[in-house]
């Protein structure tokens, strides 16, 4: 259900937009996992098993409601490098007006052993064409039934031809994928339409490889297979092959997607933020239909995340229409703002921060300050006009990570105007450092904090200078109570131009992103320890099976934040396995302090020689007495601290915990 307060400040953003004749439009990215993920599929793999199976699920939830009347597809995705084959996605294409694109009948004939050759030769009648079907097998044995006939639209009628193909060669190849994928195209005799339609039974269902084609003649199959299907009482029907551009732009479009560890939704673009959470309620709901969920728990972790990220994307209801095209100090003030504020990088992210994860800041890049900041002042300098190449070529050599991949950064700007892919010129702005979140209502929350601020800049630019953060960037901003102080500052400034958001519902998040797994009090002396961020370093190449290496992520390191009241360190210390704990005083008299400690012990990691520091022991002592008033310890297969019935077991009296600078207010327990 979306609040009273999110309708009122996404009017006031919208409002905003509209005075300055603003289209705007946002995307998303949301992703899903089972309720019990299994397997190396819902780890880091980006097919398996069963994800195809649980895609279909999802999407037929979907038709029942809000994509009723869709055509929905199997089609082949992006292929990525080191990849055999192409990663699918699940098309669902429904009509913006609401009119069905596809319908079957809902009660069907059981399939007979004619029914496949029945129902192609009745869809060639439908198209107007002679029948030249011919029938394939399948070498790997997997029983389907298989027709395929040459045919192409030259714009205004079909034509067929019968392909002369010897009997021995009528077979599709070996590969996995669909029968459309496996043909021997290159035994096409010069003359013939370059296009085939395939049609194959498997069990009770039919199914139809579309070959690539332009929407009218696309749509123009589709009616003549509904006509089809139902004049031979078809109604299990599946559409398998290529979906062409929206040319019309009659269409709205939703991808489910096969991505490393979990199921990726590909939202349309929404031209409102209200647009947005309505699809979010919708897709959490017809989730929880199909048994998939955006967060993930095990015993040895917390709640968090599905892994996947929940991206949002800004563009334009068109590429002639686009706002940042032509407002290249928007887009400038956005950067900037970013960069002051590290809680818009942090708070809303997954577990894997800083420069080697998948959405670093452009100061955790390899490129220097003074650099970062002169492309965007030379972007602010840019006069009236549509400047999108200038702004993609001064900026694509920033917004990236470590290793130079334009695509991991907190803003990514691979989508914007990248000439050298066709899916790079889509004048789109990726924020990345988002995670999936357990709740509609919190993901709404996040797309909404985006819209206001990205109204709010466009009036009120931020501070010319960027912040030099230097080492408090790690050291300080990885700690909850920083991120949460920064975030108020947003919600100040969002204030001063009218946003109000509710607080209530971004401590939420920020709850559930940073557990507490201690808590003390006695009288005004009070002890929280939260989970903190830490970031996890790239290793070098490792040998792997097979004879290539790999880069692993060394995530043996955690961190933890100490955060007491103003009554606390007048009478208490803490010692943590047997040392005391420096705690920094807070403007509002409370203490602050992190802690870094080494968890596990993986190979490869950094410093494989330092053992493992659990379980942890937590100590409470009476400054005046030096008796320990209270204990708890973190034990090896623990997630929280657990209190001890007698404290005082752990031998106080080691060296005071240490940061690896002078000043850190981060200790490593490492250090002695």
Known sequence: MISPWMNEAAARAEKTLADHGIRFTIGGEPTFIPNDPQGPEWSYSAVGPTKLSYAKRFADELMKERCAGAARFYCPGKLYPGETNPRWVVRLISNRDGSPVFTLPKRGKALTPSSLQDFADTLARELGVPSHWIGFTDPNGSGIEVLVMPLDHDGSIWRSARWPLPKGDRKLSTAEGPAGLRLPLHLMPEGLPRRVLCIDRQGGTITIFVPPLLQNAFLHLLGATERAAKSRGVANLEFHGYTPQDEEGKWSVLGLAADPGVLEINLPPCESWQAYAEWMEELFASGHRAGMRTWKESPWEHPQGSGGGNHLLWGGPSLDEHPFFTRPLWLANVLRYWQHHPSLAYLF??????????????????????????????????????????????????????????????????????????????????????????????????????????????????????????????DEYFLPRRLWDDLEEIFADLEKTGYKLDRETYRAIWDWRFPVLLEWKSGRASLTVRKALESWPLLSETPVEGGSTSRFVDTSMQRLEFLTSPGFSSQYDIYVAGRPLPLAAQPNETSLAGLRYRRTNLYPSLHPGIPTQLPLAVTIVNRKNGRAVAEFVMGVDEIDFTPLDKPGLTALGGKPCRGGRRGDLTCDLRLA
Not at 366 to 387: C, K, N, P, W
Not at 405 to 418: G, T
């Open 349 to 474: 992210t997954g577990c894997y921060v800083g420069a080697s994860s998948q959405a670093p800041r452009p100061d955790e890049s390899a490129r220097d300050l003074y650099d970062i900041d002169m492309a965007y002042t030379f972007i602010e300098s840019l006069s009236e006009g549509d400047h999108r190449s200038l702004i993609n070529e001064t900026l694509r050599h920033i917004q990236i990570d470590v290793t130079g991949n334009s695509h991991r950064s907190e803003i990514s700007l691979d989508k914007f105007w990248n000439t050298a892919f066709p899916s790079g010129m889509l004048g789109l702005i990726e924020f990345r450092a988002i995670e999936a979140l357990p709740k509609s209502e919190w993901s709404s929350a996040v797309a909404l904090l985006w819209s206001c601020l990205a109204s709010h800049l466009l009036e009120n630019p931020p501070k010319r200078s960027l912040k030099r953060f230097s080492t408090k960037l790690h």
